[in-house]
């Protein structure tokens, strides 16, 4: 990819950003944060799920 194509990939993705309505940006934001794992998760991946797993049949 050239850089001429990547500078207008950019300034039309700005442009589309800055043309939406602030609440609709709000809102967008806000569902991004909701989606996003748990911090344990971001941090050290599957360990503490696998972990989490293994206590909960050990105490069955």
Do not use: C, I, W
Not at 8 to 21: E, G, H, I, N
Not at 41 to 52: D, K, N, Q
Request: proline share 7%.
């Amino acid at each position: 990819m050239a850089v001429n194509d990547y500078v207008k990939f950019v300034t039309q993705q700005l442009v589309a950003y800055m043309d939406m309505p602030k609440e609709e940006r709000r809102k967008r934001r806000q569902s991004r944060k909701q989606e996003r794992p748990p911090l344990s998760y971001h941090l050290f991946g599957m360990v503490p799920f696998s972990l989490r797993l293994l206590f909960r049949r050990r105490a069955r």
